[in-house]
C-alpha cells in the first residue's frame, strides 16, 4: 500500500472520528488524553478526563453522570495498536433517553393531576414496608372519600373540581411527617399511609386533625367551597398483615362513615367486615334479579281529598326475591344506585308500568296521571336520561307520565335544566319535585324549576294539626306553589286528623299516603277488593280496599 493511500486513509479516519455524534477519547497507558474528537471537547474537561477515569474504573460497565442540564452515558474498552495498550471512551448524549424514562415512571406511578403517588406506587409502597416490618413495628392505612364530590363538579364546573381535588392533596400533606405518604387511587379517593403509628388514640387523633382541616373552606375561582371526606383507618398487624386486606379493612370502615354521618373518621372493628360480606351477597343477588327480571311494580293513588276522586298513581319498585317474598326498595335501592345498576331498573320499571296501562286504567281511572321516581343522579345522566325519555316516547303515553325527582337532582340544574329537561317537555311528560323542603335547595330551586308538581314531604304533614310551626312552613310552601302554577300534593297523609287540619286550613286538595292506600301490586289490589274490576268509584270512595305504592325510588 502506498504511502499517499495511507495517508489518505489516516485522514478519513481522523475526519471519520471527528464526525461522530458521539464523543471519542483515547489515553496511552500513563493516562495521557492523545485523542478527543469534536464531540468530547465541546464537553469540556469532565467529558475528556473525569468522564473517561470514571469509566475506566469501572470496565464492562456504562457510567451515566450529569453535565449541565444533559445527561451523559460513558463505556470504557481496551484497545491495541501497535503493540500499545490504549483506552477507547465513548460518550453519548442520552438526555432525552431519561427524560422519556422519568416521563413513563411518572405516568406508571405519579398521578398527573395531584403530582401524589398513585395506586401502583402506594400499594408497592406498603408490600415493601410489611415485608421490612419487624415484630414490633406498627402503622396505618386511612382510607380517604370525599363526600359529594360530584355535586361540586356540577355545580361548579369540572375545573374547580379538579382545583379542589389538588387544593386537598396540599392540604393534607401540610400535615404529615415526612415518613408518611399518601396517595391519590382515583376519582375523589386518597389513601394515606401514617408511620410509624403508637396506638389507636394517638392514630385516631392525628386522622381526626386531617378531617378537620378538611372541613374548612377552599377558596377556587372566587368561590367560597366547603368539602368534607369520609375516612376509614385500619392499624398493621390488629387489622391485616397485608395490602390488600388493610386496604379493604380500611374501605369497610369507611363506608360505615358513608353510611351514617358522612365528614367522619371510623376505625375498623371486625363487626364491618361481616357487614362487607352482607353487602356483597346483596349485591351479587341484586345481579341476578336484574338479569332475571324479577323486579314487580306497586301502586299507590294520589286522591282529592274532597272528592276522593282518585287524580293519579304512583309506581313503587318492588323486588321478588328467590323466596317469592316482595321487598320493598328501601332494603336495596341505595346499593342499586351506588353501583349503577339503577339505570337498568328503571327501564324494567318503564316496561312493566306501560304492559300494566291496562289494570292501571281498570283499577284507577283511564285519566289518571303515572309517576314514576327518578334518583338524582339519573337525573343528571344525559345519556341515561336521553334513553329513557326516547323509550317513554316510543310508548305513545308519554303525556300520562310524571317524573318525580328530588330537589337533590334541581340543585345540579346545570346538567337537568339544560340537557334533560327540554326532552321531558318535548315529548310531553310532566315533572314533579318529590320530597320537597329536606333536599338543597328547597325555596331557590322553586324560583328557577319550570315543574308542574310540589310533593311537600311527609315530615311537614305528619302530626301537622298539633305543631304550629309546621303549620306556618306547610303554607309558606303551598301559597309558593300555588303562585308558580304547581299542583301541590300532601304526601305521607297518614290519621284523619292530618286530612282533616289540610281540608280546613289549606288549599291543599291533592293527598297520598296510608290514610287512602297503601302501596300494593295489582293482583294484590284484586283480592283485596273484588269491586275495583265493577267499579272505579268503589276504589276512590273505599278506604277499606287498602291499596298502597310510595316512589319507584325512595322507600315507602
Same mark, same amino acid.
Given at each position: ?19 461522530l455524534?458521539?464523543?471519542v ?28 477515569e ?15 442540564e ?16 490504549y ?12 427524560r422519556?424514562?422519568?416521563?413513563l ?16 406506587l402506594?400499594?408497592?409502597s ?66 394515606l ?21 378538611l ?20 392499624l %398493621? ?7 390488600? !386486606? ?21 376505625l ?18 341484586l ?30 319498585l ?7 317474598m ?12 351506588e ?11 318503564l316496561?312493566?308500568? !306501560? ?21 338524582a ?14 323509550a ?9 307520565f ?57 315530615s ?15 303554607k ?7 303562585a ?15 286530612v ?11 293527598a297520598?299516603?296510608? %290514610? ?14 273484588p269491586?275495583?274490576t ?8 273505599s ?14
Amino acid at each position: 500500500m502506498s504511502q499517499a493511500m495511507t495517508s489518505h486513509r489516516r485522514s478519513l479516519l481522523e475526519a471519520a472520528i471527528q464526525a461522530l455524534p458521539v464523543g471519542v477519547v483515547v489515553h496511552d497507558e500513563q493516562g495521557v488524553c492523545i485523542l478527543a474528537n469534536a464531540v468530547a471537547r465541546a464537553l469540556g474537561t469532565r467529558a475528556v478526563h473525569d468522564l473517561p477515569e470514571a469509566a475506566i474504573e469501572r470496565p464492562d460497565h456504562i457510567v451515566v453522570e450529569e453535565i449541565g442540564e444533559r445527561m451523559f452515558e460513558a463505556s470504557a474498552r481496551p484497545v491495541m495498536a501497535e503493540r500499545e495498550c490504549y483506552t477507547l471512551t465513548t460518550i453519548a448524549d442520552v438526555t432525552h433517553h431519561h427524560r422519556m424514562q422519568r416521563d413513563l415512571i411518572a405516568r406508571a406511578f405519579i398521578d398527573a393531576l395531584t403530582g401524589l403517588p398513585n395506586r401502583t406506587l402506594f400499594e408497592q409502597s406498603i408490600e415493601e414496608l410489611v415485608a421490612e416490618a419487624g415484630p414490633g413495628d406498627r402503622f396505618a392505612l386511612a382510607f380517604i372519600d370525599l363526600d359529594n364530590f360530584k355535586h361540586i363538579n356540577d355545580y361548579y364546573s369540572h375545573a374547580a373540581g379538579d382545583a379542589l381535588l389538588r387544593k386537598v392533596a396540599d392540604r393534607i400533606r401540610s400535615a404529615l411527617r415526612p415518613s408518611d405518604l399518601l396517595a391519590r387511587i382515583g376519582g375523589d379517593e386518597f389513601v394515606l399511609l401514617l408511620n410509624p403509628v403508637v396506638d389507636k388514640a394517638s392514630t385516631l387523633s392525628e386522622v381526626l386533625d386531617i378531617s378537620d382541616r378538611l372541613k374548612q373552606p377552599f377558596f377556587i375561582d372566587g368561590h367560597e367551597i366547603f368539602a368534607s371526606a369520609s375516612m376509614g383507618l385500619s392499624l %398493621y398487624p390488629e387489622h391485616g398483615t397485608t395490602y390488600e !386486606v388493610l386496604r379493604r379493612q380500611a374501605d369497610n370502615a369507611m363506608y360505615r362513615v358513608k353510611g351514617g354521618v358522612k365528614g367522619g373518621v371510623s376505625l375498623f372493628e371486625e363487626t364491618m367486615s361481616h357487614a362487607a360480606t352482607a353487602r356483597m351477597a346483596v349485591e351479587q343477588r341484586l345481579r341476578l334479579a336484574i338479569r332475571d327480571r324479577c323486579f314487580c311494580c306497586a301502586f299507590q293513588p294520589k286522591v282529592d281529598m274532597r272528592t276522593h276522586e282518585v287524580l293519579g298513581v304512583e309506581v313503587l319498585l318492588r323486588w321478588r326475591d328467590e323466596l317469592g317474598m316482595i321487598q320493598a326498595p328501601g332494603d336495596f335501592i341505595e346499593l342499586a344506585i351506588e353501583l349503577g345498576l339503577i339505570n337498568e331498573i328503571t327501564l324494567q320499571v318503564l316496561a312493566e308500568t !306501560v304492559q300494566s296501562m291496562p289494570d292501571i286504567d281498570e283499577v284507577f281511572g283511564p285519566d289518571v296521571s303515572v309517576s314514576l321516581n327518578i334518583a338524582a343522579k339519573q337525573a343528571c345522566d344525559v345519556p341515561f336520561m336521553a334513553a329513557f325519555c326516547d323509550a317513554l316516547g316510543a310508548t305513545g303515553l308519554a303525556r300520562r307520565f310524571v317524573l318525580e325527582l328530588t330537589e337533590e337532582a334541581f340543585f345540579t340544574k346545570s346538567r337537568f335544566q339544560s340537557e334533560v329537561l327540554p326532552r321531558v317537555r318535548a315529548i310531553g311528560a310532566r315533572v314533579s319535585i318529590d320530597d320537597f323542603g329536606v333536599g338543597y335547595s328547597s325555596l331557590g330551586a322553586l324560583a328557577e324549576i319550570t315543574a308542574d308538581e310540589l310533593k311537600i314531604d311527609r315530615s311537614f304533614i305528619t302530626d301537622i294539626d298539633k305543631r304550629p310551626r309546621s303549620q306556618i312552613v306547610l303554607k309558606a310552601i303551598e301559597s309558593l306553589g300555588l303562585a308558580l302554577g304547581m299542583s301541590v300534593v300532601a304526601e305521607g297523609v297518614e290519621t284523619y286528623e292530618e286530612v282533616a287540619y289540610l281540608l280546613g286550613a289549606t288549599q291543599i286538595r291533592c293527598a297520598q299516603g296510608y %290514610y287512602y292506600a297503601r302501596p300494593l301490586l295489582i293482583d294484590q289490589i284484586r283480592l283485596s277488593d273484588p269491586r275495583v274490576t265493577a267499579s272505579r268509584a268503589s276504589t276512590t270512595q273505599s278506604r277499606a280496599s287498602d291499596f298502597r305504592a310510595p316512589g319507584l325510588m325512595r322507600r315507602a
